[in-house]
C-alpha cells in the first residue's frame, strides 16, 4: 500500500487538503494519506503534497525550521525521484527566489522568480482572489481530462515567473498572464488549491494520485 505524504509545518489549515486527498485515494485504491512533519515518514513517502499559505518568507522558514524537513523532502524528490505536488505557496517554493518582502532561496526546482501580481487593468484587485479559467500552455499527465476553460480557485497575490516556457503548463488571465501550473520531471505545483476547486481539482488530485514519472 502506498504511503501519501501531506507535508504540516504549520503553514496553514490542511484539513480541506486532507479530505480530498483522502476522498481521492479511497475511490482508486492509491493508497494511505498521512499529515506528518516527521523527516523519516516523508522519506519512507510514496508521494509528496507540499501546501502553503501565507508569506513566502514565512512559509520557507517555517519549513526550513523543521528539523530536517526540508532536507528530507529535498532528498526524496531530487534523489528518490519521488512524485512531488506543491499547492499554493508550497508550488511557489519550487522557484529559484521569492520577492515577497525580501529576497528569499527556493527549491530552485523549476526556475524563476515569485513576484507581485500586477493586472494592466486597475480596476481589478490584488490579491487575485476567486475562480478563473485555466488555458493549458502543455500537456501533462495530472491533466488528464484537464481542458482549456475549466475553473481553479485562487487565492494568492503572487505569482511565479517561469525561465523555461516548457515548464509552464498551464495560466490563468487576469489582466495579464499568471502562471497556474507549474512542472518537470517528478515535480508539479499548482497555484490555485485543487482541494477547493471542485471537480477539476478533484480530477487533478487522482491524476497526482496515479501518476508515475
Given at each position: 500500500?502506498?504511503?501519501?505524504?501531506?507535508?504540516?509545518?504549520?503553514?496553514?489549515?490542511?484539513?480541506?487538503?486532507?479530505?480530498?486527498?483522502?476522498?481521492?485515494?479511497?475511490?482508486?485504491?492509491?493508497?494511505?494519506?498521512?499529515v506528518?512533519?516527521?523527516?523519516?515518514?516523508?522519506?519512507?513517502?510514496?508521494?509528496?503534497?507540499?501546501?502553503?499559505d501565507?508569506?513566502?518568507?514565512?512559509?520557507?522558514?517555517?519549513?526550513?525550521?523543521?528539523?530536517?524537513?526540508?532536507?528530507?523532502?529535498?532528498?526524496?524528490?531530487?534523489?528518490?525521484?519521488?512524485?512531488?505536488?506543491?499547492?499554493?505557496?508550497?508550488?511557489?517554493?519550487?522557484?529559484?527566489t521569492?520577492?515577497?518582502?525580501?529576497?528569499?532561496?527556493?527549491?530552485?526546482?523549476?526556475?524563476?522568480?515569485?513576484?507581485?501580481?500586477?493586472?494592466?487593468?486597475?480596476?481589478?484587485?490584488?490579491?487575485?482572489?476567486?475562480?478563473?479559467?485555466?488555458?493549458?500552455?502543455?500537456?501533462?499527465?495530472?491533466?488528464?481530462?484537464?481542458?482549456?476553460?475549466?475553473?481553479?480557485?485562487?487565492?494568492?497575490?503572487?505569482?511565479?515567473?517561469?525561465?523555461?516556457?516548457?515548464?509552464?503548463?498551464?495560466?490563468?488571465?487576469?489582466?495579464?498572464?499568471?502562471?497556474?501550473?507549474?512542472?518537470?520531471?517528478n515535480?508539479?505545483?499548482?497555484?490555485?488549491?485543487?482541494?477547493?476547486?471542485?471537480?477539476?481539482?478533484?480530477?487533478?488530485?487522482?491524476?497526482?494520485?496515479?501518476?508515475?514519472?
Amino acid at each position: 500500500m502506498s504511503l501519501i505524504a501531506l507535508v504540516d509545518y504549520d503553514s496553514g489549515n490542511l484539513h480541506s487538503a486532507q479530505k480530498a486527498f483522502e476522498r481521492m485515494a479511497n475511490e482508486a485504491g492509491h493508497g494511505t494519506v498521512v499529515v506528518t512533519s516527521e523527516p523519516d515518514v516523508v522519506a519512507k513517502a510514496d508521494r509528496i503534497v507540499l501546501p502553503g499559505d501565507g508569506a513566502f518568507p514565512a512559509c520557507r522558514k517555517a519549513l526550513s525550521d523543521m528539523g530536517g524537513l526540508a532536507e528530507a523532502i529535498d532528498e526524496a524528490v531530487t534523489k528518490g525521484g519521488k512524485p512531488f505536488l506543491g499547492i499554493c505557496v508550497g508550488m511557489q517554493m519550487l522557484a529559484t527566489t521569492g520577492h515577497e518582502y525580501e529576497e528569499t532561496a527556493g527549491f530552485d526546482w523549476i526556475g524563476g522568480d515569485i513576484v507581485k501580481i500586477a493586472p494592466s487593468d486597475e480596476s481589478l484587485k490584488v490579491p487575485h482572489m476567486g475562480w478563473n479559467d485555466l488555458v493549458i500552455d502543455n500537456p501533462h499527465p495530472v491533466l488528464d481530462g484537464i481542458a482549456t476553460g475549466d475553473h481553479a480557485y485562487f487565492v494568492h497575490s503572487y505569482h511565479m515567473r517561469v525561465k523555461n516556457p516548457a515548464e509552464r503548463i498551464a495560466h490563468v488571465d487576469y489582466a495579464g498572464d499568471i502562471t497556474a501550473i507549474v512542472g518537470r520531471d517528478n515535480v508539479i505545483g499548482t497555484q490555485f488549491h485543487p482541494e477547493k476547486s471542485q471537480a477539476t481539482g478533484l480530477r487533478l488530485i487522482a491524476n497526482f494520485l496515479s501518476w508515475k514519472p
